[in-house]
């Protein structure tokens, strides 16, 4: 049986970018002030064809689908929900930031996005936006991914 062709389509586009702020934390104690970043993601996936349209997946929905979750992160304060150094509270409309048990941050809950990610590293955050992907992309959708890459760049406008 002749193997399946594999086709690999990638997404890019300056709108995919988001502006943020945040902080990561490094091993032992220390800690980074908050500051912000462009950032630039990069989606490619990897698959077969679907046997009607001639292509793996909808372009313009892949598309719109990291735009929304490029909007998400967008203008927030990006906090890793899984970091054991930092104490992360919602109180109302609050969000209380902690590192080490010290008292640090208080941000307007909707300025932050959440994340179930342990540092807001570029690795973790390309983890994450593949695993968006990934769900979002389940079936039913009638399709075989093989593969599914994030890539998240830093600082894209120096
Ligand atoms: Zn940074």
Request: hydrophobic share 40%.
């Amino acid at each position: 049986m002749a193997a399946r062709k594999q086709f690999k389509v990638a997404v890019t586009k300056d709108s995919l970018v988001f502006a943020s702020a945040h902080f990561i934390t490094f091993p032992g104690h220390r800690c980074e002030t908050l500051h912000g970043h462009n950032s630039r993601t990069r989606l490619v996936v990897e698959g077969g064809l679907d046997p009607e349209a001639y292509y793996v997946l909808d372009f313009s929905e892949l598309k719109q689908l990291m735009k929304r979750l490029t909007d998400e992160i967008d203008h927030k304060v990006l906090l890793p929900l899984q970091n054991p150094k930092l104490q992360i509270r919602e109180e109302g409309d609050t969000v209380t930031v902690a590192v080490g048990g010290k008292p640090r941050y208080v941000f307007p809950k909707a300025d932050c996005a959440l994340l179930p990610i342990p540092n807001t590293t570029v690795e973790m955050l390309a983890e994450y936006l593949a695993g968006r992907v990934s769900r979002a992309l389940a079936p039913p959708e009638p399709l075989e991914l093989q593969a599914i890459e994030v890539e998240v760049e830093e600082n894209c406008d120096q």
